[in-house]
């Protein structure tokens, strides 16, 4: 009896796993398509040929480090109600290496 119970319970958490593994990534896709992201990186509108016009090189700005932009889109999204305020700190600690 304990196996078949064992097995049983492997399988409800696998099963639970793959849940809650989709429900991120169903969250996820939705993010990604409500800031404009694409999977390639690219902005949504851009065409997905590669021959367009070269910008001119933009004054060099100060340089923030990358994690800045990163929790200022964060707070952003959790200000949406988008992320919660839970995932916010989690992220947060570890973009900072807290």
């Known amino acids: 009896m304990g196996l078949l ?3 049983a319970g492997a399988r409800m958490g696998a099963r639970q796993q793959y849940r ?3 429900r991120m990534q169903r969250r ?7 800031m404009g992201m694409r999977q390639d ?5 851009q065409p997905d040929y590669e021959a367009q ?3 001119p090189a933009a004054p060099a700005a100060p340089a923030e480090p990358d994690y800045m932009a990163e929790l ?3 707070a952003t999204l959790r200000d949406r109600g988008i992320v919660s ?6 992220k947060k600690k570890q973009l900072l290496g807290i």
């Open 85 to 90: 305020p839970e995932e916010f700190e989690a």
């Open 20 to 22: 809650t593994m989709a």
């Open 41 to 45: 990186f690219q902005q949504a509108g």
């Open 72 to 74: 200022e889109q964060l």
């Open 53 to 55: 016009p070269a910008a």
């Open 28 to 34: 996820r896709t939705y993010v990604q398509d409500r």
């Open 5 to 7: 119970a064992n097995r």
